[in-house]
């Protein structure tokens, strides 16, 4: 069983972010990530505890933004290639006012036989700065 809680409050001690539980089996984090200016800008990541093939699986997804014209879907796949962990993928979700959009995220998987805290950091940061990194190429900047 994955003692996400624990993983969580490790993170958070050793970087600059607050994390919050949403719901059962689902937490927010907001990740601080250092510029090169000096100033913090956080990504916001949500952590899901699922189940596949009777084991727990910790899903950590950002969002980027939406589909525009101008972001062509060669270049996500480009992107793809300067990920480890993670994947950029396009997925139908609801805005405020209930559209459904294409939008842009970032996710990663990590299952219970392969948790630890120091790959699970990995993941979490790069989900963080690959979310980060495309909002500012494809949007200018802090997107969502």
Known sequence: MIDIKS???AFSDAHVCKWKELQPKLYGI???????NGETRFQYVTIQIA????KEMVILHSQVG???????PDQLLRDNRKTVYS???LQKLQDKKGNVLESICIQANLMEDHFTNAL???MLSEV???ADL???LHYGGDHH
Do not use: T
């Not at 907001?30 to 090169?36: A, E, I, K, R, S």
């Not at 939406?66 to 062509?72: A, D, G, N, T, V």
């Open 7 to 9: 993983a969580l409050n």
């Open 30 to 36: 907001d990740v601080g990530m250092q510029l090169v």
């Open 51 to 54: 189940s596949k093939n009777h």
């Open 66 to 72: 939406e589909l525009h014209s101008y972001i062509k």
């Open 87 to 89: 994947k950029i993928l």
């Open 120 to 122: 699970f950091d990995a």
């Open 128 to 130: 963080a700065d690959r």
């Open 134 to 136: 495309l909002e500012e």
